[in-house]
């Protein structure tokens, strides 16, 4: 839409008449194009802003909008959510929290270190939030890392997450027993998966898309039998009706996860046979 948009007022400029200058032209151009630009910014903050958190268990919601889908329990004793997307968003994910409870964030966890899951921690530490993670996450965003050709410079101080954790975390808040799982070496090293039990709902992180396939991070120690091991400790949490929170994609149920699981541990058995026959080139397309 963007493209087609910029392409029909690229027509229309040159159409203007060969009588136009060429140095009216371009002004004209990068005019045309810089309203157009901020007129789709404006687009997209607004429909960012109308997006609201939608109720998936009693007191436990789930947003989308760009970035990991966020997790929220809000009740009478805390407002915590799990992942924070990206630093420009806060401002709308605030309001979609308001619409829920007047409290602020009191607790947010991470699901590991990337961007789109982190990008909100210094905002809402400086309003007050307790950040908490797996112990790999403070050291990457510590310390800065590289991610595919891009190098993400250390995180500020108070984007860190202050409570770390290496196997598991148990936060107890708004009547129930919620925790956080660590699972080595998945999407990236630094994973943690988040069970609400007396709300039946599982969120996965990244370890977990829902309708697409897995995206291992492995500048960042993940490996597939981390994702394997992902799916097969959430499908021993809960029942046949609990609600998975993909990180990414729709609200899930626990037979999409199987499905997922079930693909994944085809995947890896498959490319491992034709490793085992001496091949080093995988010429192997996932399906679902
Ligand atoms: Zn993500
Ligand atoms: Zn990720």
Redesign the pocket.
Known sequence: MLQTQINKTLWGILMQGSAATQSRLWIGLLLAISALLSSLTVLAQTEETQIQAEQVAKGIYMRTGRG?NIGLSAGEDATFIIDDQFAPLTDTIVTAIAAITDRPVDYALNTHW?G??TGGNENFGKQGALIMAHAKVRSRMTEGCVAGERSIEPAPKVALPVVTFNDALSLHVNSQTIKGIHIHHAHTDGDVIVYFRAGNVIHMG?TFFSGRHPYIDLNSGGHIDGVIKAAEVALTLGDESTKIIP??GQLASKADLQRHYDMVVEVRAAVAAMIDSGKTHCPVRWQR
């Open positions: 990991g990337h789109d899951h990244d990180e990414h």
